[in-house]
């Protein structure tokens, strides 16, 4: 009888392998050196695509001999906080949601304040935007339950791997309704259409410990007191004059609430201007995107839509692709009336018949000196400039404008344009004159270099829509080794709205430390 045991193996397998489980238990047990009948699970640890050298996915398993799999269990150590001290959590986007579940763990009672409204009336008020072409700038695509990247795919990839526990990260996923393969994955996804629920689940579980929420409620005002010589934060008090206080004060805003940026400036409570990044949306046939990346492999049937991750660099600017959507549409993505902003998303599925992806250029002060008398405002002013410029181009309407990419690259008009899966109308309009000169230069070579490394990419079948905006926070709120804002004691400003991350992963790790480092120095 075979003894019980576990093994750790490597392997390599066809699309077809991985995707049949007879052929997969079968090439396990050969690279294992057992017999198949021994196998009784298989269990991936981690996966990854490779399409270099011929198509495979690189695996790492443990296969179970004489003895049975039991399913992980995902489940938090949550506290009951109802009578606990409160902490006050601006935000409810992925830092404010996951400083929330940490705070149950840490023995803190979350209260959120969210000047957007639950993910079930959001949906309502999205829809509305699509039909009446009028932005709520209190409940949109960016502003809500979830914060802008409910509505972003769910892409939960990051270099961040230095800033915590991503392990724990995707295990609240997980236990919240999250397919348990983004725990194996590379490049893991959850999809729009799931994420909705997923937050709504996280709620439910804050809320059954404990915590409160307050949505349409938007912060105007951070409640601050001297004391011994160091300005101390109480609170925070709303538009409608209703205060909230708390131990301290996790300022989780998200890169797109501007009036934060402007009260602190007003206050002259310290800010600095950061680098940020601009461009476009570019969109492809999927079917051509599968065509380059799988080099037209009969194992395509196998296979999930093909992604891609390009960047380089040009006249000293990172060119780069942000937030790639395979099968995903394209979404108007602005906060207030008189912007045009564009973003990208797609469903767990990924069967929308077209590819997008931003296609961004890094942009610093050193580009726009004509901004220097903003001081740290000058990067918010000048992406606010561009934003107003692509409205009016699109006719005073959130209709994106666009381009074929090929006539862009030629600086040359669009006679007329290919269909779009934006999820409104488009304007044709020559991009190559609307987006600021050392952008379009730098994107138009970045696209010849594309088309170099993914062979088909620089194609009249492609379009680009304007205008890719909100990469990241144009604006820092700065914060010491404890993550206190140096003159306000007790905030702690985390997540992209701070500047201190960029997608829901590392901005859910930031809300994470953040919590930890308020009970570390409080303790």
Not at 372 to 386: E, I, S, T, Y
Request: glycine share 8%.
């Amino acid at each position: 009888m075979m003894t019980a045991m576990r093994k750790t193996v490597e392997i390599d397998l066809s699309p077809e392998e991985y995707a049949t489980p007879t052929l997969l238990r079968q090439a396990v047990a050969r690279r294992a050196g057992l017999s198949v009948s021994d196998v009784r699970h298989v269990e991936v640890l981690r996966r990854s695509l490779d399409s270099r050298r011929g198509i495979r996915y690189h695996a790492t398993v443990e296969v179970y001999v004489g003895e049975d799999f039991v399913p992980h269990d995902y489940r938090g150590h949550y506290q009951d906080c109802h009578s606990k001290p409160p902490v006050i959590i601006v935000g409810a986007g992925p830092a404010g949601l996951f400083a929330a579940l940490r705070a149950l763990e840490l023995g803190l009672k979350p209260i959120i304040i969210e000047r957007g409204q639950p993910v079930e009336q959001r949906r309502y008020d999205i829809a509305l935007l699509g039909r009446s072409r009028e932005v709520n700038p209190e409940s949109n695509w960016c502003f809500g339950e979830g914060g802008a990247g409910t509505y972003s795919d769910g892409k939960l990839y990051t270099r961040s791997t230095k800033r915590g526990n991503i392990a724990y990260v995707l295990q609240r996923f997980i236990e919240h309704g999250a397919d348990p393969a983004i725990a194996i994955d590379a490049h893991a996804h959850i999809g729009t259409d799931r994420l909705s629920g997923i937050i709504a689940n996280m709620r439910h579980t804050i809320e059954a410990h404990g915590g409160e929420y307050h949505f349409g409620t938007r912060v105007v005002d951070i409640i601050a007191q001297q004391e011994e010589g160091q300005l101390r934060v109480k609170g925070v008090k709303d538009m409608d004059g209703n205060t909230y206080e708390g131990q301290a004060v996790i300022l989780a805003t998200g890169h797109s609430a501007r009036d934060i940026y402007s009260l602190f400036s007003s206050r002259g409570w310290t800010l600095q201007a950061k680098p940020f990044a601009l461009g476009v949306r570019v969109e492809h046939p999927q079917s051509l995107i599968n065509e380059i990346q799988y080099h037209r492999s009969p194992a395509m049937r196998f296979l999930p839509p093909a992604a891609y991750s390009l960047t380089t660099q040009v006249d000293g600017h990172g060119v780069f692709s942000f937030c790639m959507c395979p099968g995903g549409v394209i979404v108007p993505a602005a906060t207030d009336s008189g912007q045009q902003v564009v973003n990208g998303m797609s469903n767990s599925q990924r069967n929308s018949p077209y590819a997008n992806s931003g296609i961004a250029v890094t942009v610093s002060l050193e580009d726009v000196p004509q901004y220097a008398d903003h001081g740290a405002l000058a990067l918010l002013r000048f992406q606010q400039d561009v934003e107003r410029a692509a409205f009016r181009a699109a006719g005073d309407t959130i209709s994106a404008p666009i381009q074929r990419l090929t006539d862009f690259c030629q600086n040359r008009s669009s006679q007329n344009n290919n269909k779009s899966n934006y999820l409104g109308p488009t304007t044709a309009y020559p991009l190559h004159q609307l987006l600021p000169p050392f952008v379009v230069r730098c994107l138009q070579e970045g696209f010849r270099q594309f088309d170099r490394k993914m062979r088909g990419f620089l194609t009249s079948e492609a379009s680009i829509l304007a205008v890719e905006s909100r990469t990241s926070s144009p604006v820092r709120i700065p914060r010491d080794e404890t993550m206190q804002h140096p003159q306000l004691r007790r905030l702690y400003p985390c997540g992209e709205g701070a500047g201190y991350a960029g997608g829901i992963v590392s901005s859910a790790l930031d809300g994470i430390n953040a919590i930890e480092k308020l009970v570390n120095y409080q303790s």
